[in-house]
């Protein structure tokens, strides 16, 4: 609201203004200054306790230069990779994600199954799915992923795998960004490989 109603925002700490500016810019330095402590920045993520005997292990997002991050900007093209762990209990299989905003509701997704005639083979164990350009307006956003046999029970559920947040969606030129409070869900063009 702050964002899309005031042309200036301050920011207040102990009853001292620590920033007087542009609503994006000042609201983009409060979320930072209070989001909690952890490895956000890294664009990895190593599961702490994986299910089973085959199981998705490690994700990590990359940018266009290859860099593992958690920040992006609307339009931006964004790799996700993703390891496996263990031999796969079939000899082909897929893999899926939802992608959530920041009130957990699913917004995207996407897969790597026969409707796309992509499959996995069992010895696989790194997959890539290149997501872009990204239509997402500004905010944290969140991915599951699930791998199994398309139309079957799921191998591996990992919810809430990994965040990031796009930190800039200004897509009129107008100074204002746009929040992701908005509803509606959409298929981000994708196209999954099959990594190193």
């Known amino acids: 609201s702050i964002r899309q109603l005031c042309t200036r ?8 203004v620590i920033q007087d500016g542009p609503p994006g810019e000042v609201t983009r330095h409060y979320e930072q ?7 956000d920045a890294s664009g990895a993520v190593d599961r702490r306790f994986p299910p089973g005997d085959f199981f998705l292990k490690r994700v990590e997002l990359r940018n266009a230069a290859g860099n593992p991050t958690r920040q992006f900007r609307a339009g931006d093209v964004m790799d996700i990779h993703l390891w496996s762990s263990g031999r796969a209990p079939e000899d082909s299989y ?16 996407g897969a790597a199954n026969p409707v796309r005639s992509t499959y996995y083979r069992a010895d696989q164990q790194h997959f890539v799915c290149r997501l872009g350009p990204l239509p ?7 991915f599951s992923f699930t791998i199994g046999v398309w139309n079957t029970d799921r191998w591996d559920f990992w919810q809430n795998a990994i965040g990031f947040e796009i930190t800039s969606c200004d897509l009129f030129a107008t100074g204002h960004s746009i929040t992701n409070v908005h509803d509606g869900d959409f298929v981000i063009q994708q196209e999954w490989l099959a990594g190193e």
């Open 9 to 16: 925002a301050l920011l207040f700490e102990n009853g001292t």
């Open 94 to 109: 897929g893999l899926e994600f939802k992608l959530l905003n920041a009130e957990g509701a699913v917004v995207s997704f």
């Open 33 to 39: 200054f209070f989001r909690e402590t952890s490895d």
């Open 136 to 142: 997402l307006t500004e905010g944290r956003y969140s």
